[in-house]
C-alpha cells in the first residue's frame, strides 16, 4: 500500500492527503517548509507545503 502525505495550504489552510509517489516537493532544510511543486491546493490553487507522513505525529500544533 502506498503512503500518504499531508499537505497544506500556505493561503487557506486546508490540508489534504496526497500519495506520496503523486507529489514532487523540495527537500528543505531543517525548519523550512517542503514546497510542493507540482500539486496546488483543491480549494484555493494555492501554494502546498508538505506537513508530514499520514499516520505520523504532526510537527505542527493545533488549537
Ligand atoms: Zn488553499
Redesign the pocket.
Known sequence: MADHMECM?Q????SSHFLVTDLSYDEAGPGERRLVQNLF?P????QLFVVGRVGEEPNYRTG
Open positions: 495550504c493561503d487557506c489552510g486546508i491546493c480549494e484555493c490553487g494555492g
